[in-house]
C-alpha cells in the first residue's frame, strides 16, 4: 500500500486506490498524486460517524441528515445542509476520516489492493490536496495510536536494519524529530533491545517510534541474522536472557517457583526446564561450542535449585539464609561484599542484569541492578554511565542521571558515550547550550561522529 500511494505521489498520478478484505473495502482518492479523500463500506468509518466522534455534529441531526440522503443529496451535501457545518468544518472530517481509513489499513492481512486510473472514477467534487507522504505518516502514527497493527508488529523481537525500499520516495516522509533520530539509530543488523535503549521516552514511547518505522517501510525486522536459523537465534537469546537473570536470581525464581511451592511442583518445574535446556539437547553439530558450554553453565544453576529444594533439610536451611537476608539487607550487601572474588561476581552478575533490563526498556529494574554496583564499586566509570542512562529513562531521576553521568567523565574524561548520553539528557530537560557542549566534547574525541553532528546541528 505504501509502495502504490508513494508511486501515485512521485508521478502525480490520478484515481483510485481500493484495498479489499473478504467484504470489507476501503478506497483512497488521488487525484494529481494528492489525496482528495477516501471512503470505506465499514460503518464506523462513514464520515456522518466520523464527525459525530470529533463532535462537530450532534447525535439529534442524524435523522435529518439520513433524510437528505434518501432524497438524493450525497454524505457532504447532507452533512453541510443537515447539520449547518461550515466547509472549514466538513474538510476536517473529510481529514480525519482519510488518515482514520488508512490507518485501519494497515493492519490488514494481505489485502487483495488494486489500482484504478482515471479521473472519471473521482464522483466527489471535494479534494483535501494532502500530499500522500504526510498523509501516510499520520496514519502509520494514527495505526500505532489504536492498535491497528499486523500481528508480527504487535510483539517486537529479533534485528533491525535499514528497509531496501527505504529510498524509493521515503525520504520524502515528515518525519519527527523522535521518528527521525530512531531512524538514524538503526545502521546495519542490530538487536532490536539495543536500538530501545537509546531512544527517548516523550511524547512518543520507544516501541511506538520503531513501529511507525516499520509500517512506513523505514526499516526491516527479522527474527535471525542474514544466514542465521531463525529458530536457534531465539533459542542462543533465551539461553543468554535466563543466563544474566540466573546469576542474581534465587533459587525459587531459577525455578519460577514461590517460596511456598509443593514438592510436586518443584518436581515439574525441574522437569520442564530439563525437557528445554538439558546439556544433552545441545550436544549435535547443528549448535555451536559456544551454545553449548553456556547451556551447561545454564543448567548448573537448575541442578543446584532442584537438588537444594527437593530435599526437606536443605530446603528449609535455605529458607532460613533468605529470611536473615531479607530482615539485614545492608547486612547482606556487605557480607556478600567481603572478599573480592565473590564481589566482583556479584558486581558482574548485577551489571548484566542492569544492561538487560536497559535494553528491554525496563529503566526502573535497570536502576534497581546499577545502584547496587554503583553502592559496591562506586570507581568504575561505566557503573555510572548506565545508571545515569536508566535514570534518565525515569522523569523523576533525570537529577540523579545528571550527576552520575558526571561522575562517569570524571573516572573517565574521554568516554565518548558518556559526553552524548549527558548531551541528550540535556536536550530531554530542555537545555540546548548544555546539551552542545556535550556534543562539541564527543566531537573533540571522535571528529567524524555522524550522531553527534547531527545533534548539534538540530540544536543550531
Known sequence: MVDILLEMHRSRQTGIVRAELGSAKKQLAIRGGLLAYAESNAPDDHLVRVLVRMKLVQRNTLHTIAAMMKGGMTAD?????????????????LREQAISILAGLFGWAEPKVRFYPGDKLLRKLVSLGVPLPETIVLAARRAVTEHHLPSCLVSLKGYLLPAEA???????????????FAFSAVQGPIPIEEVLVV???????????????????????????????AEKAAQSLEVDDLLVRFETASLYEVLSLAPDAAEGEIKTAYHELARKYHPDRFQSSEHSPELRARAEKLFTYVNQAYSTLSDALTRAEYDAGRARKDNQLDSALQARSSTDTDQEKMVDGLYRAGRIALAK?????????????????????????????????????RK???????????????????????????LKVE????????????????????????????IK
Request: glycine content about 8%; some cysteine.
Open 77 to 93: 451535501q447532507a452533512v453541510l445542509h443537515g447539520a449547518k457545518l461550515s466547509a472549514g468544518d466538513l474538510q476536517e472530517g
Open 166 to 180: 527505504a529510498d524509493n520516495g521515503r525520504r520524502d516522509f515528515p518525519l519527527s524529530p523522535a521518528e527521525a
Open 199 to 229: 531512544l527517548p521516552s516523550g511524547e512518543s514511547q520507544p516501541r511506538e517510534l520503531i513501529q511507525r518505522l516499520l509500517i512506513l517501510g523505514l526499516i526491516d525486522l527479522q527474527t535471525a541474522l542474514p544466514g542465521e536459523d
Open 361 to 397: 526498556g525496563d529503566f526502573e529494574r535497570a536502576v534497581t541492578h546499577l545502584k547496587e554496583c554503583v553502592w559496591l564499586r562506586s570507581d568504575i566509570a561505566k557503573y555510572h554511565h548506565y545508571l545515569g542512562v536508566a535514570q534518565s529513562g525515569i522523569p523523576k531521576l
Open 400 to 426: 540523579e542521571a545528571e550527576r552520575h553521568l558526571l561522575r562517569a567523565l570524571e573516572l573517565d574524561s574521554t568516554s565518548l558515550d558518556s559526553f552524548m548520553e549527558l548531551g541528550k539528557l540535556y
Open 431 to 458: 537545555l540546548p547550550k548544555r546539551a552542545a557542549i556535550q556534543f562539541q566534547q564527543a566531537l573533540r574525541w571522535d571528529p567524524s561522529n555522524a550522531e553527534a553532528l547531527r545533534l548539534l546541528g538540530r
